[in-house]
């Protein structure tokens, strides 16, 4: 029986050190609308010990409301698992930083999905609509973007404006594919 431990503890060991996924490493991914325009992405892992949370009580329930002293998206309540840490979209020459404070598990599973966002031309710019939820806490997102600036227009957890991203297929863009997978 001891020998079937230690082998076991070696297996599992060498699995968890060999694992191309480590605790709190940030995540890098990109998602290409065009040939010249990227959206990039980083998120990471939420160590609760590095912020301050805020409760408040639900009916018999301690449900968390604030970090940092900032109202957060993307848990019903609960502690978040990820942090969405950056945001940049890349147009020809432009790097343009998006606004994503406040913004808690974006996604279910490892990478984001290519419908998740929504890249609209306007007068002069662009709008990016994104839509991020881990199955429970969802909500939307949406920045306007001119030239090297952007601002976040909207960020909602109402479901009225869920299901209208949901169900708006104007302005989608098809051909978006989610490459360069990257881990750091």
């Given at each position: 029986?001891?020998?079937?431990?230690?082998?076991?503890?070696?297996?599992?060991?060498?699995?968890?050190?060999?694992?191309?996924?480590?605790?709190?490493?940030?995540?890098?991914?990109?998602?290409?609308?065009?040939?010249?325009?990227?959206?990039?992405?980083?998120?990471?892992?939420?160590?609760?010990?590095?912020?301050?949370?805020?409760?408040?009580?639900?009916?018999?329930?301690?449900?968390?409301?604030?970090?940092?002293?900032?109202?957060?998206?993307?848990?019903?309540?609960?502690?978040?698992?990820?942090?969405?840490?950056?945001?940049?979209?890349?147009?020809?020459?432009?790097?343009?930083?998006?606004?994503?404070?406040?913004?808690?598990?974006?996604?279910?599973?490892?990478?984001?999905?290519?419908?998740?966002?929504?890249?609209?031309?306007?007068?002069?710019?662009?709008?990016?609509?994104?839509?991020?939820?881990?199955?429970?806490g969802a909500y939307v997102a949406e920045w306007k973007i001119?030239?090297?600036?952007?601002?976040?227009?909207?960020?909602s957890s109402d479901e009225v404006e869920?299901?209208?991203?949901?169900?708006?297929?104007?302005?989608?863009?098809?051909?978006?594919?989610?490459?360069?997978?990257?881990?750091?």
């Amino acid at each position: 029986m001891g020998k079937t431990f230690i082998f076991f503890s070696f297996l599992c060991i060498c699995f968890l050190t060999d694992s191309s996924y480590t605790y709190g490493q940030s995540r890098k991914y990109e998602v290409v609308f065009k040939k010249n325009i990227s959206l990039y992405i980083e998120i990471s892992d939420f160590d609760s010990t590095k912020h301050v949370i805020s409760r408040k009580m639900i009916f018999d329930w301690s449900a968390i409301y604030k970090i940092d002293n900032q109202l957060i998206f993307g848990t019903d309540w609960g502690m978040p698992f990820t942090k969405l840490d950056k945001m940049v979209l890349k147009i020809n020459k432009y790097k343009v930083k998006l606004d994503v404070s406040s913004m808690y598990n974006p996604w279910i599973g490892d990478t984001p999905l290519q419908q998740q966002f929504k890249l609209t031309p306007t007068e002069g710019g662009y709008f990016l609509k994104g839509f991020f939820s881990d199955g429970a806490g969802a909500y939307v997102a949406e920045w306007k973007i001119i030239n090297d600036l952007s601002v976040r227009t909207s960020i909602s957890s109402d479901e009225v404006e869920i299901m209208k991203f949901i169900n708006h297929k104007k302005g989608m863009v098809k051909q978006a594919v989610l490459i360069n997978t990257k881990n750091e």
